[in-house]
């Protein structure tokens, strides 16, 4: 990119930045301390607030970057995506939201450990909560890396890593100064800037095809190469039965996946009521299945006027797809129109990135503090406050994903986040569905549904071509591939719900109905929810 571009750049980034550090600087020194304050940001947000908040913490640069990538590069079989992330909030829906809130105070663990022995079940549920907010904050990396790599001309190792590194830091500064309320008010910033920027992309790609979606998508396959076959099923999942059944693993970990995400289940607290948490959820819907719409669209676009060929020069996985097309659309390269909206395209990608990783940095020292430090202290050692626990597993979790955002740069972001989804699918899910709707469940069967889901879908991972085994790989240079699968959610999922079921038949511990009924009625009507 030239200098100007790279100007530009800079200065958008660096007033994002400047923003979202103000909104922390000012909620820091408006601040109580309580763990309400900083987990729950006090309850005081609004449903609409909060649905903004939701579909800012969802809308992530797996769907921006990556999704459109794949559509770019595949045609129908990059839509899976779409289909997966939106469906899934009919499961959060009508399952999950209102329930959550009612049952719980802070994190996943609470809603299991309210009629469970609560020490084994937060061990087995923080670990689980911790490693899919691990995978998930990768996958932000990785969409970091990628987007200043090109911002700055060029793929430079050097560039990319200190990308990495700066998001790690600013995402440390934003949960361990700010909490939930900072985080909050970035997260709704961050989504009108990413619904705008994506409607304006939507209308000048819909204005260069004249309004004919039918042209869009014609122009889109003779421009792929491949045809009437960009858009049928079958590209990249069609062509063996391995394939095929990956195809299958990862519609299932889309789908289950959102209920068991721990930055998405926090934002259920943040409201005052369960009719506000249901609300939150119905605008979050509104929000996030325009900008799926929307995504569709800037996916064929740039294939048709970018090409897949420019879009993988550019990156090998296709992250940088949606710049490109922005790119094109404002004039070309070293245009003024095409410099401008470069650079603002590329700045609210940012945004999605940061506002992103500080929501699931929140929910991840939420769950090592309020869950694994309160279960694994020692009864004799000196207690320390829950949010300076909070505060400190904020650093340690930004380091980690640092190290791992750096290993795998080169991997798609939309895919790995299907990682993520699998493993919340398989641990998370399982056991908070048992936990609020079986009547017999049991703490062996709680604390086997969670690791029960979570062994099998990382080992699985570590067994895949995800690790080795192929030029794609993790390590392509080895090979101890044995599980074909990419995606584990096929296994590991059923592998979930069995292990729960078979500890609680096979637990010489009785089920207590009273804590069960006492549970389910303050999951429908409220009664003394927090």
């Known amino acids: 990119m030239t200098g100007n571009h790279q100007t530009l750049e800079l200065l958008l980034f660096s007033a994002f930045v400047a923003v979202t550090l103000a909104i922390t600087t000012w909620v820091s020194r408006n601040r109580h301390g309580s763990a309400e304050e900083f987990y729950a940001g006090g309850r005081l947000f609004s449903p609409m607030e909060n649905g903004f908040a939701i579909s800012g913490d969802y809308m992530s640069a797996a769907s921006f970057l990556g999704v459109t990538g794949l559509i770019s590069l595949y045609g129908y079989d990059g839509l899976l995506y779409v289909v997966g992330f939106l469906v899934a909030w009919l499961v959060v829906l009508f399952l999950v939201a209102e329930l959550v809130r009612n049952c719980g105070r802070f994190t996943l663990a609470d809603v299991v450990a309210a009629r469970m022995s609560e020490r084994p079940v937060r061990i087995a549920a923080g670990t689980s909560s911790v490693t899919v907010s691990v995978l998930y904050l990768v996958a932000q990396m990785v969409g970091a890396g990628s987007l200043v790599a090109l911002l700055l001309g060029g793929t430079s ?55 004919d979606f039918n042209e869009l998508l014609r122009s889109a396959a003779e421009r792929s190469g491949h045809g009437d076959a960009f858009l049928a099923p079958g590209l990249k999942y069609g062509g063996s039965w391995t394939a095929r059944f990956d195809f299958i693993s990862l519609g299932l970990a889309l789908v289950l ?20 948490a249901r609300r939150s959820v119905v605008w979050s819907v509104g929000l996030i299945g325009g900008f799926y719409l929307m995504t569709i669209v800037l996916g064929f676009g740039a294939a048709a006027l970018v090409g897949p060929e420019a879009v993988r020069g550019a990156s090998a996985a296709g992250n940088t797809a949606v710049p490109l097309l922005a790119l094109d659309l404002g004039g070309g390269v070293n245009s003024t129109g095409g410099t ?30 309020h869950d694994l430090h309160a279960s694994l202290r020692r009864r004799h050692a000196k207690p320390r406050s829950e949010v300076a626990v909070a505060r400190t597993a904020a650093v340690g979790i930004g380091v980690v994903a640092i190290a791992l955002g750096l290993l795998a740069r080169d991997l798609n972001v939309a895919f790995l986040v299907g990682l993520a989804f699998a493993v919340a699918a398989s641990a998370n899910l399982p056991v908070l569905l048992y936990s609020l709707f079986w009547r017999s469940f049991t703490t062996r069967g709680a604390v086997w549904a969670v690791y029960g889901g979570l062994v099998p879908a990382l080992g699985l991972v570590l067994l895949s071509p ?8 993790l390590f392509p240079s080895v090979d101890f591939q044995y599980f074909p699968l990419q995606n584990p959610g096929l296994v590991s999922i059923p592998l979930g719900f069995l292990a729960g079921w078979l500890g609680t038949v096979t637990s010489a511990e009785p089920p207590d109905e009273a804590k069960h009924a006492e549970t389910e009625v303050r999951a429908l009507t409220g009664a003394g929810a927090v």
Do not use: C, D
Not at 257 to 276: D, E, K, M, N, Q
Not at 340 to 355: E, H, S, W, Y
Not at 466 to 473: K, L, R
């Open 157 to 211: 190792e050097a560039a990319r890593n200190w990308t990495v590194v700066g998001v790690g830091a600013l995402m440390v500064i934003y949960v361990s100064l700010g909490g939930m309320r900072a985080t909050t008010w970035i997260q709704i910033v961050k989504a009108v800037l990413l619904l705008s920027g994506a409607l304006a992309l939507t209308v000048l790609v819909l204005v260069r095809f004249h309004g």
């Open 466 to 473: 995800v690790v080795s085994g192929s030029p794609e790989s």
């Open 257 to 276: 996946g959102t209920g068991g995400l721990p930055h998405i289940l926090s934002r259920f607290y943040t409201v005052p009521t369960a009719r506000a």
């Open 340 to 369: 401008v909206l470069f650079a603002i395209v590329a700045a609210i990608a940012f945004a999605t990135i940061l506002a992103v990783v500080a929501g699931i940095t929140l929910a991840s020292s939420a769950s090592v503090a």
